[in-house]
């Protein structure tokens, strides 16, 4: 969260999280993160893209960041002139961070859900490949004609990196 001057009235704090986790409660983004055996996060190379998608995106966001790590909600004008922004005034704050909650909405993570990290799914990439061997199953047997259906490629389930 960062905390960003409102129009009117208080300040107000913006959520700049790609919802990848929420460790407090053992939640995770399907396909994207999850807890491995060991008890360290993991992240998906799709995760790790995104994530540097968003940085280049917002650099001045992620520069501005970094001083403030300990702090659970850094004052949005003070990151953004860390940043590289000196000028940053509350007009300014208000558009980036606009610009900033616009873009992560537009992100699959905005409207996956989050699940434990104990349940054991597949991750989208996998399901699509199911999904198209079933169709193709149903074609044939639309048909008349017999086809074997064959497994799901090995190593689908491991494209992940512990950080």
């Not at 650099?59 to 909600?73: K, Q, R, V």
């Not at 597949?122 to 490949?129: A, G």
């Not at 008349?144 to 064959?150: C, N």
Request: glycine share 8%.
């Amino acid at each position: 969260l960062v905390q960003v001057p409102a129009e009117f009235g208080r300040p107000s704090a913006v959520d700049v999280g790609l919802n990848l986790k929420y460790e407090r409660k053992d939640l995770f983004c399907l396909s994207y993160a999850r807890r491995s055996p060991d008890g360290k996060v993991q992240y998906s190379q799709t995760a790790l893209a995104l994530v540097k998608a968003y940085v280049a995106a917002f650099p001045e966001l992620f520069n501005g960041l970094s001083p403030f790590m300990a702090d659970a909600n850094p004052d949005a004008t003070s990151v953004l002139r860390g940043g590289g922004l000196p000028d940053a005034n509350a007009t300014l704050v208000l558009d980036y961070f606009t610009r900033v909650r616009k873009w992560l909405d537009q992100q699959p993570t905005a409207s996956l859900p989050l699940v434990t990290s104990t349940a054991s799914v597949l991750d989208h990439t996998t399901v699509l490949e199911i999904e198209a061997e079933a169709k193709k199953y149903v074609d044939a047997k639309k048909g008349g004609g017999r086809m074997e259906v064959e497994g799901v490629k090995e190593g689908a389930r491991d494209r992940w990196e512990v950080l």
